[in-house]
C-alpha cells in the first residue's frame, strides 16, 4: 500500500511510522495517564485496516486524522491532546511556505498527483513543469488573497471545485468557439505580423494551426475550429491549379481534353487537400503550447453550414481526408502507427448522409470505420440539436461544442442574426452532489435545503470568475480579443460588453448524480422509481441558473462536468468527511455528471436513450458514450449505433481500446492490474510495466488521453462493462 505525502510524492505505507509518532505523544503525558505499547500497537494496526478500507491510496493528513481517532476511542485524551498540539505546530511551520516544497517535488518530477493531473501532460517536460511551477503560485495567490475563505474551504473539501484554479490569478478564461472564418477570410495578426487573406487551401490549414496555437497559448480550456470554414479555399486553390495547368501546356504546346484537363486539375488538388489536412494533424499533435501540452482542439465537421453546394463538394472532400489519414493513425517513437490524442474530431448526423440512400452516406461509413479504430470521430445529431438548441425566435441551430462538451447557450445578435463563432466560455465550478446527499443524512428536506446553500456559494464562486474577468483589456491576448479569434475590439478596450447579454456562457458544473441518488433513494437513477428525483434534481439547478441569469444578465448555464483528476480528489474528500459508505463512495472515484454508473449493466440503446433526458437537462455541456470492444470488423454494428444516435440523443461517443505494447509488439488492450495496492498498465503478452514503452489511449472525459491516470480514474477505466 502506498501513502501520498504533502508534496505529493508516494511512499511505502509503514506502520512503524504510527507506532513512533503515538509512543512520543505517549511519552509527553504523565505516567498514569500514558496507553502501554500493545494498545499503541492496536491503534496503528486499526489505522492499516481503514487505510486499506479505503481502495485507495490515503494522504498523510487523513492517516493522522485516523490516528486522532484511534487515540481518543481509546480513552487516551491527555496523549490526544499532545498528538493533535504536536500537528498544529508542524503545520504552522510549514503553513509559512507550502509552494517551495511543492514546486521542488516537481522539478524532481516526484509528485505523483501532479504525474496524473492531466492525461495529455507529460510532467517531465520542461514546459509542462514550467506551467506547472507557475499553476503552484497561481494557487497560492488564489487561495491566500483573491478568493473568500470560505469558498477555499469548500474547494479543498471537496464541497465544490473551483476549477483551473492555477490559471486564476491571470485574465484568462475557460474554452472557444474559434471564429476562423473571420480571420481566413479579413485577415489577422499573430506575434505582430499581419497574416492576409490565404492564397491556397494549403496555406489557409498553416495559418489556422499557427490560429490554433496562439489561442491555447492565451486560455486553459479547450477550443473548436469548423473544417467548414476552410472550405472556400478550396476553390481558390482549384482557380489557381487550373491558371498554372493551363499555362504549363500551352508553353509545351500541348492539347487534352477539357475532361482530362479537369481531371488533371482535381488529382492535384486532391494532392493539396492531402498535405493540407496533414498540415492541420501533424502540426496539432506535435505542437506544444505554452503551457506544455498539445491544444485542446476539436475539429466540426457539418456538411450543413456549406453556403453551396459547390462548397459543400469540396467540404466533403476535407472531411473524407480527414477521416481517412485520422484512421491511419499517427507513428509513435518505433515507427508504428498508433491512436494521437489530438484533434479531437466531430462529425454531424443529418439527412445528408445518415441514410444509406443519403448522397454523403459515403462518409458515415468511413467515419464508423475510423471510430472503430481511434475512437473519433464523436457524433452530433442535427436533427436532436435542432429540437434542444432553439433561439428566442423560435429557431433551432446546429453548432459545435467548444472543445470536449462545453456547449454556448442559443444567442442572436442585436441585428436578429444567430451567433456562434467567436464566443466563449467565463469559467466552471461544480458543485459535488454525493457530498450534498451524504451532509443530509438522507433526510429529504434537510437534502434540498443543504443544496441551496450549496449553490449559492457556487453561484459567489461564479461570481468570482466572472468578476476576475471583468475590466480586462484586450491587449492581454491580442489574438483573442483585437484580431478576430473572438472579437475585434480596439487596443486598450475591455472584453467587458462581451461578458454580459448572453455572449458568452459561465458554467455550473455538477459531478455524481448516481451516487446522489442511490445514497437518497436507496436505487440507481435508472431504476423507474428514482429516475424523477434524479431529474428533479437537474431541474432544479437549472431553475438556480435561470434565477441568477436573470438576477446579473449573464448567461449562467448547467455543464456536466467531465472529472479527469477532479473525480479521484471528491471520492478522497467524501471518505474523509463520511468514511466509507458501501455502495456511495467506496471507490477512488464517482460518476462523471449524470452518466449510469461505470459497473452497471446496460445495452448500448438503453443506455443512450435514457442519458438523452439528462442532456437535454444539461445545456451547458454533455457528452454521453457507450464502451464497446473492438468493432473492426463488425462496422455495421457501429453504423447502427450510429444511427440510433441520430435519432435519439444530440452528442454521444463509442469508447474502445487502442494500445501499442512498444517491448513486445503486441497491438491489444493494455490491461490494469494491482501491485502493492496500486493499480499499474501491464501488457499481458510479455508483462511490461514500464509506461514509457507503451502507447495507451482512453477516452477519459471527451479527449482522448494518452498520459495515463490517477488511481481514481485508472480504477474507473478498469471498472467499466461492456454495452455492447
Not at 435519432?647 to 488492450?669: R, V
Amino acid at each position: 500500500m502506498k501513502v501520498i505525502k504533502r508534496n505529493g510524492s508516494e511512499v511505502v505505507f509503514d506502520i512503524s511510522k504510527i507506532i513512533t509518532a503515538v509512543t512520543k505523544a505517549n511519552e509527553a503525558v504523565e505516567e498514569d495517564a500514558r496507553m502501554t505499547p500493545m494498545q499503541i500497537k492496536r491503534i496503528a494496526e486499526a489505522v492499516e485496516l481503514s487505510c486499506i478500507r479505503t481502495n485507495r491510496a490515503p494522504e498523510v493528513e487523513e492517516i493522522q486524522d485516523m490516528v486522532e481517532s484511534q487515540i481518543m476511542a481509546h480513552g487516551a485524551y491527555e496523549v490526544a491532546k499532545k498528538y493533535i498540539t504536536y500537528r498544529y505546530t508542524r503545520n504552522l511551520v510549514r503553513r509559512s511556505n507550502t509552494t517551495d516544497d511543492k514546486i521542488l517535488s516537481l522539478i524532481e518530477c516526484c509528485n505523483e498527483e501532479a504525474k496524473q493531473e492531466n492525461a495529455n501532460k507529460n510532467p517531465t517536460v520542461n514546459s509542462v513543469q514550467r506551467d506547472y511551477m507557475a499553476g503552484e503560485v497561481s494557487r497560492d495567490i488564489t487561495s491566500r488573497i483573491l478568493l473568500p475563505e470560505d469558498i477555499v474551504k469548500a474547494h479543498e473539501e471537496g464541497i465544490i471545485h473551483f476549477h483551473d484554479t492555477d490559471y486564476y490569478a491571470q485574465h484568462m478564461h475557460n474554452c472557444d468557439l474559434v471564429n476562423l472564418e473571420d480571420m481566413l477570410e479579413n485577415g489577422t495578426v499573430i506575434s505582430g505580423t499581419m497574416i492576409e487573406r490565404p492564397h491556397s487551401f494549403s496555406t489557409a490549414c498553416n495559418i489556422a494551426t499557427q490560429i490554433i496555437a496562439q489561442v491555447a497559448s492565451n486560455q486553459y480550456g479547450g477550443q473548436s475550429i469548423s473544417l467548414t470554414h476552410l472550405a472556400p479555399f478550396v476553390q481558390v486553390s482549384r482557380e489557381k491549379i487550373s491558371t498554372q495547368l493551363r499555362a504549363e501546356l500551352d508553353e509545351a504546346g500541348a492539347k487534352i481534353s477539357d475532361e482530362h484537363f479537369n481531371k488533371m486539375v482535381e488529382n492535384r488538388l486532391r494532392e493539396e487537400i492531402k498535405r493540407g489536412v496533414q498540415t492541420i494533424q501533424y502540426q496539432v499533435v506535435t505542437l506544444l503550447t505554452t503551457n506544455g501540452q498539445a491544444p485542446f482542439v476539436t475539429v466540426f465537421m457539418y456538411l450543413g453550414e456549406a453556403k453551396n453546394e459547390q462548397e459543400k463538394r469540396d467540404l466533403a472532400i476535407i472531411i473524407e481526408e480527414t477521416l481517412n489519414q485520422r484512421y491511419e493513425g499517427v507513428k509513435n517513437e518505433a515507427g508504428v502507427w498508433v491512436t494521437p490524442a489530438f484533434p479531437k474530431l466531430i462529425y454531424v448526423l443529418e439527412e445528408q448522409n445518415i441514410h444509406e440512400d443519403s448522397p454523403y452516406y459515403y462518409l458515415t461509413k468511413l467515419a464508423a470505420k475510423c471510430t472503430a479504430k481511434r475512437m473519433v470521430p464523436d457524433y452530433i445529431s442535427e436533427k436532436k440539436m435542432l429540437e434542444l438548441k432553439v433561439e428566442k425566435n423560435g429557431e433551432g441551430h446546429c453548432y459545435t461544442c467548444m472543445g470536449c462538451r462545453s456547449f454556448l447557450t442559443p444567442y442572436v445578435d442585436e441585428k436578429g442574426q444567430p451567433k456562434y463563432y467567436g464566443r466563449f466560455n467565463q469559467g466552471v465550478v461544480t458543485i459535488n452532489l454525493p457530498d450534498v446527499a451524504l451532509s443530509s443524512g438522507g433526510n429529504i428536506e434537510k437534502f434540498w435545503k443543504i443544496f441551496d446553500e450549496r449553490l449559492e456559494l457556487c453561484h459567489r464562486a461564479l461570481m468570482c470568475r466572472h468578476e476576475r474577468l471583468k475590466g480586462t483589456t484586450s491587449d492581454v491576448a491580442p489574438i483573442l480579443w483585437q484580431h478576430g479569434a473572438l472579437a475585434r475590439l480596439e487596443k486598450g478596450e475591455t472584453i467587458d460588453k462581451l461578458l454580459f447579454g448572453g455572449y458568452s456562457t459561465i458554467s455550473l458544473g455538477y459531478a455524481g448524480l448516481y451516487e446522489c441518488v442511490k445514497y437518497m433513494t436507496g436505487k440507481s437513477h435508472t431504476d423507474p422509481s428514482a429516475t424523477p428525483f434524479a431529474l428533479s434534481v437537474m431541474q432544479y439547478m437549472n431553475d438556480a441558473c435561470k434565477r441568477w441569469k436573470a438576477e446579473h444578465n449573464i448567461d449562467f448555464s448547467l455543464y456536466g462536468t467531465p472529472l479527469e483528476s477532479t473525480t479521484y480528489k471528491f471520492a478522497k474528500c467524501l471518505q474523509k468527511r463520511f468514511g466509507v459508505v458501501a455502495g456511495i463512495n467506496d471507490k477512488g472515484y464517482i460518476t462523471n455528471s449524470y452518466h449510469i454508473h461505470v459497473t452497471e449493466e446496460v445495452d448500448a440503446f438503453t443506455k443512450l436513450a435514457f442519458e438523452s433526458k439528462f442532456q437535454a437537462l444539461s445545456p451547458g455541456g454533455a457528452i454521453s458514450y457507450v464502451e464497446v470492444p473492438d468493432m473492426q470488423h463488425n462496422l455495421e454494428a457501429v453504423l447502427q449505433v450510429i444511427k440510433f444516435i441520430y435519432e435519439n440523443i444530440m452528442y454521444a461517443e463509442l469508447n474502445t481500446k487502442s494500445d501499442y505494447c512498444q517491448e513486445c509488439g503486441y497491438d491489444g488492450e493494455i490491461q490494469i492490474a494491482e501491485e502493492d495496492g496500486k493499480l499499474i498498465w501491464k501488457c499481458p503478452k510479455c508483462g511490461n510495466t514500464d509506461q514509457s514503452k507503451m502507447n495507451v489511449a482512453r477516452r477519459t472525459c471527451g479527449y482522448i488521453g494518452t498520459q495515463y491516470w490517477n488511481q481514481g480514474r485508472t480504477q474507473e477505466i478498469k471498472e467499466r462493462v461492456l454495452h455492447l
